[in-house]
């Protein structure tokens, strides 16, 4: 029997009222431990729910996460939101809708031709008496009722469906007409405005104000917060905040107790003490003896090597990251737009010594969340200063330089490469050694100093050392074992100690990385023996599905003529070799001032069942942008004292102006699991740009992002 | 800190504010006039979220002194909706889903609305010049291009 496996919040939350509310009228309220970060994750769950119980797509409402009603789904992240919540929701819908039917057939005494089902009602024809879920939830059985962990696969096959009808999002109304509400728009009754002063830079201790400005300051009602080195500005007046960060910050003694970095990325990552753990087919890593780089000195054989690297990338939401906080009766309440509020809840637990059940976490939506950005952190310090006013309201929002400066990035990395091509085409040896730091900086109850702010409260200057991370697929090695047979892997995570930026998960984590240097590498090895880019990624895979996607995008590539001028290239990957499958392919021209025109790009993606196809287009597409714009503009700059990059002067991301023709291509396979779909464009997009950009200059360029200064350097490098 | 008295008309209503001669007109729409559509995003005039329109042109409202926009017509993304109901370009934006986080689109709507409202069918370079410095992280602008399509061809 195929079966359908309801997901493991299921076997947490096994019963129905875990995931439904009919408490109000005409309306199914349901509940998911997942948040809408702009994903869209409110409607595609909307739709699952609303196919299966039969109730329409406008009265289904997706609860907020509220950590005192919603499930535990763990965090919002790594492409799971379907896979994990979708299921659950699927599972508990499908639960609902048989024994609200078995109930009402019951109660009605009739047998199931004797019925209407419409829109959550069961009518019975001859007496025209009805039954409602609504009516069916205040029952002792739905209160009850538990949901099974599996299903016979034949018994939901029905509702396995690809919606085929134009569905508006949730939230696009509000949106379009400025009624949407971030924590941004928050506003309490005597609600102070905050902001934190902040240092130059990590390794900064407070000494003193200069010119008695907190004392002629605290005159003018505003209030200024100290605690060791954590500083923070509050007025009732949101400007007045903004006016004097700007002066205190002018009137301030720090001390740099230790610069920022004192050589480039690059070479740190290459010298600097580092752990290093061999990666296996599965994609775990394991503390075990790196194997010596193997030689194959037959004249059959090829052998390259290359080295691919890739700066520090920020998150830079549009919005700034923000949090309000009241501490009122000994209880926290605070709203966040955090991946991860249990978590934050626990921290907040752990740091003021009180009992969990006395915070809550409230979800309220921030601008663009694409991994662990500000928002814990701007979570943690609304809480701090909310203990400081008690029974008021803090409202607290990170400035631009703050976010830009004081985010964890995603991190600087290093690929070095080799591999062994044989006079038949066929790959042998392949290995891949990649460098860079931690992927995996998230605050937890034991970890309380992955908050930024709570070093300087305790002026705790040393940089905590990580400790690498071993299951598969994780940080670091994401995606570093290829989905490829390449006869013989030699795979190896390099965990770099004392690296100069705070880094954390930036959405792909390794992945980015990785892929990019793996499928840009692959071309280089197929251009020894004049193999064509599609022809030798598919006699290297064996997985069918993986086959079916880069066929179907070369089908796609193939009836767009290439136009005059323009490169192609392509990129191919399946996200932790467990999630979707993606192929890319980029179509682009270098012109005269190497500057990049992007013009088209195909996008061909397997994400298993599809429950909302604009959904999957969405966030493929708008992944795909994103990674184009770390490609072509983005680096984190610093010198050894700040980080340089304050503002979108000097961190540059993508424009209108540069955006290509996207087609997407969606391919269902109904009646499988969920494929999350959030990461896995990135590293091919990333890829299949590069892999352009060499077919257009003759060679491969291997320091991103492909900027004019970094393409005319490795030109002149070669 | 002395106030100022502020006359200024936004979305077609006159209002008088008592403000700080330096208030940008950002916190002059958001806090003292409740109108959270309009968003504050670098506070820099660089990312284009707070744009509104003054007198039909797109202005950033982060880094411009609201005492000095007194005798202008002001439209924040609440003003572009009539009795009848949203705008085109709202319209637009809704029928293609033009939107991720959401947080940038507000500025997006104002900037096509300085173009659009002037020209039925404006050129690709002058909507590309509108959209100059409207920055969006997510990655929506292949819904927002497809959206300006259906405006250019409607």
Same mark, same amino acid.
């Given at each position: 029997?195929?079966?359908?496996?309801?997901g493991p919040s299921i076997k947490l939350y096994g019963k129905l009222r875990n995931w439904f509310n009919f408490d109000k009228n005409n309306v199914l309220q349901?509940?998911?431990?997942?948040?809408?970060?702009?994903?869209?994750?409110?409607?595609?769950?909307?739709?699952?729910?609303?196919?299966?119980?039969?109730?329409?797509?406008?009265?289904?409402?997706?609860?907020?996460?509220?950590?005192?009603?919603?499930?535990?789904?763990?965090?919002?992240?790594?492409?799971?939101?379907?896979?994990?919540?979708?299921?659950?929701?699927?599972?508990?819908?499908?639960?609902?809708?048989?024994?609200?039917?078995?109930?009402?057939?019951?109660?009605?005494?009739?047998?199931?031709?004797?019925?209407?089902?419409?829109?959550?009602?069961?009518?019975?024809?001859?007496?025209?008496?009805?039954?409602?879920?609504?009516?069916?939830?205040?029952?002792?059985?739905?209160?009850?009722?538990?949901?099974?962990?599996?299903?016979?696969?034949?018994?939901?096959?029905?509702?396995?469906?690809?919606?085929?009808?134009?569905?508006?999002?949730?939230?696009?109304?509000?949106?379009?007409?400025?009624?949407?509400?971030?924590?941004?728009?928050?506003?309490?009754?005597?609600?102070?405005?905050?902001?934190?002063?902040?240092?130059?830079?990590?390794?900064?201790?407070?000494?003193?104000?200069?010119?008695?400005?907190?004392?002629?300051?605290?005159?003018?009602?505003?209030?200024?917060?100290?605690?060791?080195?954590?500083?923070?500005?509050?007025?009732?007046?949101?400007?007045?905040?903004?006016?004097?960060?700007?002066?205190?910050?002018?009137?301030?003694?720090?001390?740099?107790?230790? $610069? @920022? +970095?004192?050589?480039?990325?690059?070479?740190?990552?290459? %010298? /600097?003490?580092?752990?290093?753990?061999?990666?296996? &087919? =599965?994609?775990?890593?394991?503390?075990?003896?790196?194997?010596?780089?193997?030689?194959?000195?037959?004249?059959?054989?090829?052998?390259?090597?290359?080295?691919?690297?890739?700066?520090?990338?920020?998150?830079?939401?549009?919005?700034?990251?923000?949090?309000?906080?009241?501490?009122?009766?000994?209880?926290?309440?605070?709203?966040?737009?955090?991946?991860?509020?249990?978590?934050? $809840? @626990? +921290?907040?637990?752990?740091?003021?010594?009180?009992?969990? %059940? /006395?915070?809550?976490?409230?979800?309220?939506?921030? &601008? =663009?969340?694409?991994g662990h950005n500000g928002a814990d952190d701007v979570a943690f310090e609304a809480a701090i200063l909310s203990k400081e006013f008690p029974d008021i309201h803090?409202?607290?929002?990170?400035?631009?330089?703050?976010?830009?400066?004081?985010?964890?990035?995603?991190?600087?990395?290093?690929?070095?490469?080799?591999?062994?091509?044989?006079?038949?085409?066929?790959?042998?040896?392949?290995?891949?050694?990649?460098?860079?730091?931690?992927?995996?900086?998230?605050?937890?109850?034991?970890?309380?100093?992955?908050?930024? &702010?709570?070093?300087?409260?305790?002026?705790?200057?040393?940089?905590?050392?990580?400790?690498?991370?071993?299951?598969?697929?994780?940080?670091?090695?994401r995606n570093l074992d290829p989905l490829y047979d390449f006869g013989e892997n030699r795979l190896v995570k390099n965990l770099v100690h004392d690296l100069p930026?705070?880094?954390?998960?930036?959405?792909?984590?390794?992945?980015?990385?990785?892929?990019?240097?793996?499928?840009?590498?692959?071309?280089?090895?197929?251009?020894?023996?004049?193999?064509?880019?599609?022809?030798?990624?598919?006699?290297?895979?064996?997985?069918?599905?993986?086959?079916?996607?880069?066929?179907?995008?070369?089908?796609?590539?193939?009836?767009?003529?290439?136009?005059?001028?323009?490169?192609?290239?392509?990129?191919?990957?399946?996200?932790?070799?467990?999630?979707?499958?993606?192929?890319?392919?980029?179509?682009?021209?270098?012109?005269?001032?190497?500057?990049?025109?992007?013009?088209?790009?195909?996008?061909?993606?397997?994400?298993?069942?599809?429950?909302?196809?604009?959904?999957?287009?969405?966030?493929?597409?708008?992944?795909?942008?994103?990674?184009?714009?770390?490609?072509?503009?983005?680096?984190?700059?610093?010198?050894?004292?700040?980080?340089?990059?304050?503002?979108?002067?000097?961190?540059?991301?993508?424009?209108?102006?540069?955006?290509?023709?996207?087609?997407?291509?969606?391919?269902?396979?109904?009646?499988?699991?969920?494929?999350?779909?959030?990461?896995?464009?990135?590293?091919?997009?990333?890829?299949?740009?590069?892999?352009?950009?060499?077919?257009?200059?003759?060679?491969?360029?291997?320091?991103?992002?492909?900027?004019?200064?970094?393409?005319?350097?490795?030109?002149?490098?070669? | 800190?002395?106030?100022?008295?502020?006359?200024?008309?936004?979305?077609?209503?006159?209002?008088?504010?008592?403000?700080?001669?330096?208030?940008?007109?950002?916190?002059?729409?958001?806090?003292?006039?409740?109108?959270?559509?309009?968003?504050?995003?670098?506070?820099?005039?660089?990312?284009?979220?707070?744009?509104?329109?003054?007198?039909?042109?797109?202005?950033?409202?982060?880094?411009?002194?609201?005492?000095?926009?007194?005798?202008?017509?002001?439209?924040?993304?609440?003003?572009?909706?009539?009795?009848?109901?949203?705008?085109?370009?709202?319209?637009?934006?809704?029928?293609?889903?033009?939107?991720?986080?959401?947080?940038?689109?507000?500025?997006?709507?104002?900037?096509?609305?300085?173009?659009?409202?002037?020209?039925?069918?404006?050129?690709?370079?002058?909507?590309?010049?509108?959209?100059?410095?409207?920055?969006?992280?997510?990655?929506?602008?292949?819904?927002?291009?497809?959206?300006?399509?259906?405006?250019?061809?409607?």
């Open positions: 029997m195929n079966s359908f496996h309801s349901v509940y998911s431990g997942k948040i809408d970060i702009g994903q869209h994750i409110s409607s595609t769950l909307a739709l699952i729910s609303s196919k299966i119980t039969g109730i329409n797509y406008d009265q289904v409402e997706i609860i907020k996460l509220d950590t005192d009603i919603s499930p535990n789904e763990g965090k919002t992240a790594s492409s799971l939101s379907v896979p994990d919540s979708g299921s659950a929701i699927k599972a508990a819908s499908f639960s609902l809708r048989k024994a609200f039917m078995k109930y009402s057939l019951k109660t009605l005494n009739v047998n199931f031709e004797d019925i209407v089902f419409d829109n959550g009602i069961i009518k019975d024809i001859k007496s025209n008496k009805s039954i409602s879920y609504w009516d069916y939830a205040k029952t002792n059985e739905f209160n009850e009722l538990t949901i099974p962990e599996k299903f016979d696969e034949k018994e939901i096959r029905e509702f396995n469906y690809k919606n085929d009808h134009k569905v508006e999002i949730k939230t696009i109304h509000d949106i379009v007409t400025g009624k949407y509400e971030y924590v941004h728009d928050m506003i309490f009754p005597k609600m102070l405005h905050a902001r934190i002063i902040r240092p130059p830079n990590y390794f900064s201790k407070f000494i003193k104000f200069t010119n008695n400005i907190d004392q002629k300051i605290n005159k003018l009602d505003i209030k200024i917060i100290v605690k060791n080195s954590f500083l923070a500005i509050l007025s009732t007046d949101e400007y007045l905040v903004v006016k004097y960060l700007d002066i205190i910050k002018q009137n301030i003694v720090w001390e740099e107790v230790k $610069k @920022l +970095s004192e050589d480039t990325v690059y070479n740190s990552l290459k %010298n /600097n003490d580092k752990e290093s753990l061999l990666v296996k &087919s =599965g994609g775990e890593a394991f503390y075990e003896n790196i194997p010596s780089l193997k030689e194959f000195k037959d004249k059959k054989y090829t052998t390259l090597t290359s080295e691919y690297k890739k700066g520090y990338l920020m998150h830079g939401p549009i919005g700034p990251s923000a949090a309000c906080a009241i501490f009122t009766d000994k209880k926290f309440t605070i709203y966040s737009h955090s991946q991860a509020l249990y978590d934050l $809840k @626990l +921290s907040c637990s752990e740091y003021f010594k009180i009992d969990p %059940n /006395n915070i809550t976490l409230k979800f309220r939506p921030g &601008s =663009g969340c694409y803090i409202l607290l929002k990170w400035t631009r330089e703050d976010e830009n400066c004081w985010e964890p990035y995603g991190s600087a990395s290093l690929n070095k490469l080799t591999g062994v091509i044989n006079d038949k085409g066929k790959i042998v040896y392949w290995s891949n050694e990649a460098f860079s730091d931690t992927y995996m900086t998230r605050p937890s109850n034991t970890e309380l100093h992955n908050f930024i &702010s709570y070093n300087f409260i305790n002026n705790n200057f040393t940089k905590h050392k990580s400790t690498p991370k071993t299951k598969a697929h994780m940080g670091i090695h930026l705070r880094t954390s998960a930036l959405r792909t984590l390794g992945a980015f990385s990785n892929v990019i240097a793996l499928e840009c590498f692959l071309n280089e090895l197929a251009k020894t023996k004049n193999i064509d880019p599609f022809e030798i990624r598919i006699n290297h895979l064996r997985d069918e599905r993986a086959i079916n996607v880069i066929k179907n995008l070369k089908d796609h590539m193939i009836i767009d003529i290439q136009i005059g001028g323009a490169y192609r290239g392509i990129g191919f990957s399946r996200y932790k070799n467990s999630a979707a499958y993606c192929a890319v392919g980029v179509e682009l021209k270098v012109h005269d001032d190497l500057k990049i025109k992007l013009i088209n790009a195909w996008i061909s993606v397997d994400a298993g069942e599809v429950a909302y196809e604009d959904g999957i287009k969405a966030q493929v597409e708008g992944g795909f942008i994103q990674a184009a714009s770390w490609s072509l503009y983005e680096e984190v700059k610093f010198d050894t004292k700040e980080i340089i990059s304050k503002d979108w002067d000097t961190y540059k991301i993508i424009e209108f102006d540069n955006i290509p023709n996207i087609k997407t291509s969606v391919i269902d396979q109904k009646g499988f699991p969920y494929l999350g779909v959030g990461e896995v464009v990135a590293g091919p997009a990333g890829a299949a740009i590069s892999n352009a950009i060499a077919e257009a200059l003759g060679q491969t360029v291997k320091t991103m992002p492909f900027t004019k200064e970094i393409i005319t350097k490795e030109l002149l490098e070669n | 800190m002395a106030k100022i008295k502020c006359n200024l008309n936004i979305n077609g209503k006159n209002k008088t504010v008592y403000i700080h001669e330096d208030k940008p007109l950002i916190f002059v729409i958001r806090d003292e006039l409740g109108l959270i559509g309009t968003k504050l995003g670098c506070g820099l005039g660089q990312c284009g979220s707070c744009a509104v329109l003054i007198d039909g042109e797109k202005k950033n409202s982060c880094n411009i002194l609201a005492k000095d926009y007194q005798n202008c017509k002001i439209t924040t993304i609440e003003g572009l909706q009539t009795d009848k109901g949203l705008n085109t370009i709202q319209e637009a934006f809704k029928h293609f889903n033009a939107a991720q986080c959401g947080y940038c689109t507000s500025g997006i709507i104002i900037s096509l609305s300085s173009v659009f409202l002037k020209k039925n069918d404006p050129t690709k370079k002058e909507i590309l010049s509108c959209l100059e410095g409207q920055l969006c992280r997510c990655g929506s602008h292949a819904s927002v291009m497809k959206a300006i399509d259906e405006l250019k061809a409607s």
